[in-house]
C-alpha cells in the first residue's frame, strides 16, 4: 500500500547556467573536483521561495559552523562504516539533531546525503486518511501504519535507489503526489560507487509522542530497533526546540514537605520525553545539538545567496547595511533570514542612497519595516537582556572603559531622550533614582524567558553585582515577592516581569562596578534534580521500612517520608559505619542520609553568549557539549558578558 | 532485624508506658458504641500513630494488624495519573494524601466516597463502621480539607475518620469542631528514660543512667529520635560506657553552620555561599520550613537581645510567603539577606554609640 516516489532531478537551461557558477565556487573549495554536482534548477518563472530555491547542495555552501557538519558527517560514516575500528556501528542506530528552528538541520543531513551517497527514507504523517474505495475496515491506526513503515524500511531497500537520492516513502497510496517545491529538490546520486542499499531512516514529522501510549508504543519500536542484532538502517530523529518559555513546561510543583509527590509529566517534545529514559541514555544514541547560526556564517550565506539571484535576474541587490541589519534581526534563524531577505528584494527599501542624513533615514526606516517583517518573539538574547538587567545602567553613568567612542555618543544620544523623574519628596529620597537606560516594555516583550525563569536568573547572579547586603536585600525581597505573590495566579500574568525586572533594577547599586563578573546558569535546576533524586532515596528506604527491613514482620505506614528524611539519616549511616550486611539496606539511602560540611561556595555554570536558556536546566549533560562549541565560534571574541551592547563582529 | 522503634513499638492501649490517662480515656471511647471522628495532635515522635493503632487494635481486635498495601490510582481533573500507596486491613485504611501534592482533594474524595459506600461484610466484625486514618492532615489543602468537612458528614454511619496531625492550626475551624480532639504531648525526659530502660531490659543490657538521661534530653521530647539514637549509639560502642558524643543529625549541625555563616559576615559574597549551603540542604530532602526554624533559632541565640524578635519576626513572614509561593530559595535567602542586613545595621549603630 505504499507508494514509492521518487522525483528526479530535472534540468533546465537555465539551471545549468546555474550550475557554472556553482563550479567555480566548488573549485575554490577543498572538495574533490571530479565530483559532479548540479545546482536545483532556477527557473525565471520559477515561483518557489528563495528557502527552497537556493538550498545548499555542497558542504561549503551550509552555512552551519564546520564543527557540527563534521560531528554529522563522522556520525553517518561510522553508521554506514562501522568508524576506524569497524565496530562502531553497532552503536551508531540512532542520531537526535537538536536545535531551534532555522539551523539548517534537516538541510546539513541532506547535503551529507547527497554527497555521501546514501538515500533519505522519511516518515510524513499523512493527515488524508482514506480513499474513495477504501472501505473503512481497511484504515488501520496511524501509529500501526507508522511501525509497519518502520520495519519495512528497515528491512528492505528501494528499488529504484540507483536514480533517486531521496525517497518520500507515504503510507498511504491515495495522497497525490507532493509539489516539487516541497518534497525537496533532488539530484541524480552523485557517487554511485557506493552500494546503493545505503539508506537511513528519518523521522522528523514524528507521532504525536504528547498521548501517553503512543509515547510508550514508539518507544518499545525504537527500542527493538535499536536491540535487534541485525544492523538495520540508522534512524536520524530531528527535533526542534519549541519556544517554550521559562521552567513551568517543565511542570514545577510546589514543594510541600517532604513525602510531596512531583509529578513530572512533561508537555512538551524534547529528546528525553521522545526517546524515554533509558534509551536517550544509552549507548545507541547520539545527540548533536545545532546552535543559531553565527551572524558571521550567515552573511556569508546570504551574500552568496545574493549573488546568485542576481546572477540569473537584473536587479539591484540589497545594500549591505540591509543585509546586516536581516542578519541581526534574525536570531541565529537562516530561513527567517533568507525570507526576509527575500522581501528586501521585492520592494526596493532603500531608495535614497545618497549620503549623510538621507541615507541615514532611508536606512532607519527601512530597518522599521524590516523589523515588522521579521520581528520574532524572540530577538532579545538572553545573554543580553542579563546584562541589560543586571548592569543597571541609568542616565549620565560614566561610559564603560571599553566602549568605542562611537557607542558612547550612542548613550548620551541615548540620555538626552530620557527624561528625569519629578523628584522624591524628603520622606522618599531613599528610593531616589536615575533615569534608567533600559526600557522595561522593550526587554518584557522581546525577553526569550518568562518571568520565572529570568526569576532564577537574577537570583543565581544578583550577589556579583551588589556591593553592599541592602541592596541584596531589595533584590531578594523583589524576587520573593513576586514568586509568593504570583505563585497564586497564573503564570501568564504580564505584571511579574515587569515588577521583577523593576524591582531587581531598583536595588542594584548605580553605577553597577564592573569587576568582570560572569553570568551563571541558574543551579536551580541541578538542585531539583538532585533533590528528586533523594527524594526516590527516601522512597525506597520507606518501602525497606515498610516490608519490616530484613526481618519477616511486615509493618507498612509507620514512616513518613518526612520522618526518615530527618530523623533515619544517623541510624542509616551507624548501619553503613558497622556493615550489617543482612540487613540489605536500598543503596539509595545516601542521597539523603550523609549530609558534609565543606567549606566555600559553589561555583556556576557560566552563560554563553547565543544560548536562549530554554531547556538548559534540565539536562546538564549537553551544557558542556554547547558551551564547548560556543567557545570555538567565538573565535576569540570574550564568550562572557563584557557589554550589554549588542555589537557584530564587522 | 528490625529497627526498635518498630520493634518495641506498644501494641495495645495497656503497653503505653505514658499518658495513662490518654489511654483510660481512648479506652472507654473505643468500648462505647458511638465512637466519634477524631484528631490526635502533638509534637512529632510524641507517640500519636502508636496510639492510633492501639486504638484500632482496641475497636477491631488483631485483624487490624493484617495489613497490606495497596497501589491505588486515581486520576485527577487534568487525567493525570496520581499513584497513592494506600495500607489497609479489613477494617481500617491508612492514606498520607500529601503525597499527591496539589491533588490532594481528588485523593480524599474518591476513596472516602469510596469506602463510605461500602458496608461492612464481616458478620463478626465488631463495629459497623470503617476508620479511615489519614496522615499528615495539617499539610492537607484548603480544598481537601473542604471535601473532608461534607464528606464527614454525609457517611457517619459507614465511617469514622481520625486525623493525625502536628498541630491543629492550618485545619479548618469546621474540621476541628467535628473531631474529638485528641492532645498527644511530649513525653518528659523521666518518661523516655523510662521508655529506655524498657527497651534496655527487652534486649537484656544494661543502660547507664546518664547515657539514658543524656539521649533524653537530647531528643527534646521526640520519642522516636531518641530510640534511633540509642540504637546507633548501641551500634557504635556496644557497651555504652564512657563519655558519649550524642551526634546530633547532619542536617541540624548543618543549618547550625549556615546560621554561623550568616552571623560572621555579612556582604553579597557570604550570600552566595549560605545559598549554596541552602541549596544542599534543600536537597537533602529536608522540609524549608524545617531549614528556616533550625537556622532561625540558632541564629537568635547568637544575636543581641535587641535583635531577636526581628529576627523570628521575619523568619515568620517568609515562612508564610513560601508556602504560598513556588521556589523555597527565594525566601529563605530573603530571610537570610534580612537578617544580615539588620545585623550589620544594628552593628553599625551599636559601634556608633559605643564611640560616643
Redesign the interface.
Known sequence: MHTIKSSSGSTSKASRKKAKLKTVKLDASSEPPNKKLRTPPVDRGDDRLWVDKYEPTIEADLAVHKRKVEDVRRWLSEAFEGGSAGKLRKYRRILVLTGPAGTAKTTTLRVLAREMGFEIVEWRNSMSERGPNDSWMDTEALFDKFQAFLTRASSCCNIFAASSAIVSMQPQSHTQPKFPSQSSTSLPSTSSSRPSNCHLILLEDLPNILHLPTQARFHDALQSLCSSSESGPPVVIIISDSGLRGENAYN????????????S?KETIDIRSLLGADLSTSPYVTRIAFNPIAPTLMNKALQAMLTKHFASTSGKPPAKDVVEMIVESSNGDIRSAAMALEFACVVTLTKGGGKGKTRRNAAGSARAVLEVVTRREQSLVLFHLMGKILYNKRKGDPPATHLSTRDAAKERELDETLLDPSPLPNWLSEHDRKASRVCLETIASDSPIDS?LL??YI?ENY??F????????GV??G???V??????LPSTTPHAFPTLALSTLHALPTPVPRKGQKVCKP??FD?RN??QD??EG?GDVVTW??H????D??????W????V???????L???D??G?A??QLPRTHR???????CA???SGNVLGEDENGEADGVDGDGDIRVLGALRDQKEGKGWWLESDDIEEAE | ???WV?KF?PKTLDDLHYHQSLSIRLKSLAASADFPHMLFYGP??AGK?TRISCTLRQLFGSGVEK???DQRVFISPSK?K?EI?V?QSNFHI?I?P?????YDRVVIQDLLKEIAQTQQVDLNAKHRFKVVVI??AD?LSRDAQAALRRTMEKYMSNMRIILCANSTSRLIAPIKSRCLLMRVAAPTPEEMQNVLEHVAKKLKFDLPEEASQQIAEDSGG?M??AL??F??LK??SPDLSGSLTI?K???E??CH?VADLIVQE????R???V??KL????????????ILKTVAERVVERVDEAMKADVMHWAAF?ET??R????????L??WV??V??LY?HFMYNFDMADFE
Open positions: 514545577d510543583d510546589t514543594w510541600d514537605g517532604a513525602g510531596g509527590a512531583r509529578w509529566k520565572s526569576g532564577l537570583h550577589t556579583m551588589c556591593t553592599d547586603v541592602d541592596q541584596c536585600d531578594c525581597e524576587l520573593s515577592w514568586d509568593c505573590v504570583g505563585g497564586n543551579s536551580w538542585v538532585k533533590e533523594a527524594l527516601v521500612l515498610g519490616g527491613g530484613a526481618s514482620e511486615r509493618a507498612p505506614g509507620r513518613t517520608h518526612a520522618d528524611a530527618l530523623e533515619l539519616g544517623g541510624w549511616r551507624a548501619v559505619r558497622t550489617i543482612q540487613l542521597l539523603f542520609s550523609s549530609l558534609p560540611w566555600g561556595g559553589v | 532485624m528490625s529497627l518498630d513499638r512529632s515522635g500513630k495489613l497490606k498495601i493525570r496520581l500507596n495500607v491508612e498520607t500529601s503525597e499527591a501534592g496539589n496522615n499528615e499539610s521526640n522516636r529520635k534511633l539514637v540504637e546507633a551500634m557504635q551526634a543529625p547532619d542536617w549541625i548543618y553552620k555579612q556582604s553579597p559574597a550570600v552566595l555561599e545559598r549554596g541549596y544542599e540542604l534543600l536537597a537533602h530532602c529536608i522540609p524549608p520550613t524545617i517568609y510567603r513560601m504560598l509561593g513556588n521556589k523555597k530559595i527565594y525566601h535567602e530573603a539577606v534580612k544580615m542586613s550589620k
